[in-house]
């Protein structure tokens, strides 16, 4: 398993726990989307020692699945319509 798998593994319970405050979603989805948050907040962090890694990466599966929600709650309507 590599590092980032290792992370992910690490890091399921909070990506559980913010897709909990989504209601009306399909949690495999929402997972998916903390995963590629998890992802993106891995690829962008410094470890200055300010920041701890959750902290971090919060703000970016939130971020994910807050889109994710809205992607699907859209309705896209013909322009005939």
Known sequence: MNELETIIKLHEKLIYKIASKFYGLPIE???Q???IGIIKAYNNFVDNGQTKFTTYAYN???GEMYELSNNLRTIKL???I
Request: hydrophobic content about 40%; aromatic content about 24%.
């Open 29 to 31: 989805d929402l997972y």
């Open 33 to 35: 989307a903390g995963v």
């Open 60 to 62: 970016y599966i939130f």
């Open 78 to 80: 013909n322009k005939d």
